[in-house]
């Protein structure tokens, strides 16, 4: 769990939320476009996207430590790129690396580890771990941002790059188990013969928990991407409304480990109900949001849903999923999340640009959030399908 909060706290928090600390320092020292350096983080999310499922693949294949340490020589090769570009392609060859680097050093492999290592209270030590990420977006960015004030943005990805690529080495060779995992029944001597992907993909319980997946993360990155502007757009000062957006980080730290303390206690699946619950509570409560008051609850609520859904969704998956294909599966799964989430601040904008006003969207992101709730409170709790392989 340590190793995973480590990992969490510097790969996460410091190398996929820092970005924008990065893009400000690079655009101000340089001649460059910020739609240039957009595009090469667009192009590292649609790697990472497309590379998840090639990385359950291999976890499934080899455990957790062949796919990891392929992610760390794939960050590796990106950060000594940004390190050393002179021009805006540079930086995004760095994200074709760096895009699957981070895939193979997050979310899946850690997930099945964790299972591995701590099969009684997996949903905590998930939250727990998850939680290193919003710990090191809080104290990882200012303390980047002063190092690039400091050495310039040069050193600045010198610094994080370092810590990206020894951090997770020594966790590599001393923490992370060297296991799989298999069905806890039937026995190998009774397994039925492998289903075709697609067939696995119809069994029960896959579709629901698809759906819990998808339609929550469409609506999480699209009021990652316009709360600022709908909060400016009510009269709250710029401050203010980053402030706001900055807060639910540090609020779904707290999520992430009460959701994962409930899950263990009271189970995944009731958790998830609950914390979908608040999220919509929260965006009703988003429409009236240029009251103080109003906006501090939803910061509150939806920051302690954000933090447990992102605790408890591995845990339900890893009861609903073949454990045998689980790291395909699932990278399956976060592929088709990871789409939604590209979709959800497009087609808020293409409303907002409409209509000059974000209620729209606000109703599609309530409307797709009481679809995941009525859908999770419909789903059924499921035994779990694995047990650590160690191999």
Request: glycine share 12%; hydrophobic share 55%.
């Amino acid at each position: 769990m340590i190793a995973g909060f480590a990992i969490s706290f510097i790969v996460v928090g410091g190398g996929i939320d820092t970005v924008s600390v990065f893009l400000n320092a690079i655009t101000k020292a340089t001649d460059w476009s910020r739609s240039g350096m957009s595009l090469g983080v667009s192009v590292g999310a649609v790697m990472a996207a497309l590379s998840t499922p090639v990385v359950g693949m291999l976890v499934d294949r080899y455990g957790v430590r062949v796919p990891m340490t392929g992610g760390v020589v794939l960050l590796a090769v990106g950060f000594l790129i940004l390190v050393r570009m002179h021009a805006p392609w540079h930086f995004v060859v760095a994200n074709v690396a760096l895009g699957p680097g981070f895939a193979a050093c997050a979310l899946l492999p850690i997930t099945v580890a964790v299972t591995i290592r701590i099969p009684d209270g997996t949903t905590l030590a998930l939250g727990i771990i998850a939680a290193g990420s919003s710990a090191g977006a809080l104290l990882l960015a200012p303390a980047l941002q002063a190092i690039t004030e400091t050495f310039g943005w040069r050193g600045g990805y010198a610094a994080l790059g370092t810590a990206v690529v020894l951090i997770p080495l020594p966790c590599l060779l001393f923490a992370l188990p060297r296991g799989r995992l298999r069905p806890a029944t039937p026995t190998p001597t009774e397994r039925a013969p492998e289903l075709p992907l697609a067939n696995e993909l119809r069994q029960p319980g896959v579709a629901p928990l698809a759906v819990v997946m998808i339609l929550p993360s469409l609506v999480a990155f699209s009021i990652s991407v316009h709360l600022v502007p709908y909060l400016a757009g009510l009269g709250h000062p710029g401050a203010v409304a980053a402030a706001a957006l900055g807060a639910t980080i540090g609020v779904s730290a707290i999520g992430k480990i009460g959701g994962g303390f409930t899950g263990d206690r009271y189970g995944p699946l009731p958790t998830l109900r609950c914390a979908l619950l608040l999220d919509v509570i929260a965006l009703l409560l988003l429409q009236y949001a240029a009251g103080g008051a109003a906006l501090s609850a939803f910061v509150i609520l939806y920051g302690l849903a954000l933090g447990a859904q992102i605790a408890v969704i591995p845990a339900i998956a890893i009861t609903v999923l073949n454990a045998e294909r689980f790291g395909t599966l699932f990278g399956v799964l976060q592929l088709a999340a990871m789409l939604a989430s590209a979709i959800g601040p497009i087609s808020s904008g293409v409303i907002y640009d409409k209509t000059g006003q974000y209620s729209g969207a606000i109703v599609m992101w309530l409307v797709a959030m009481s679809a995941a709730l009525a859908i999770a409170w419909w789903m059924r709790a499921a035994v779990p399908r694995q047990e650590a392989a160690v191999l």
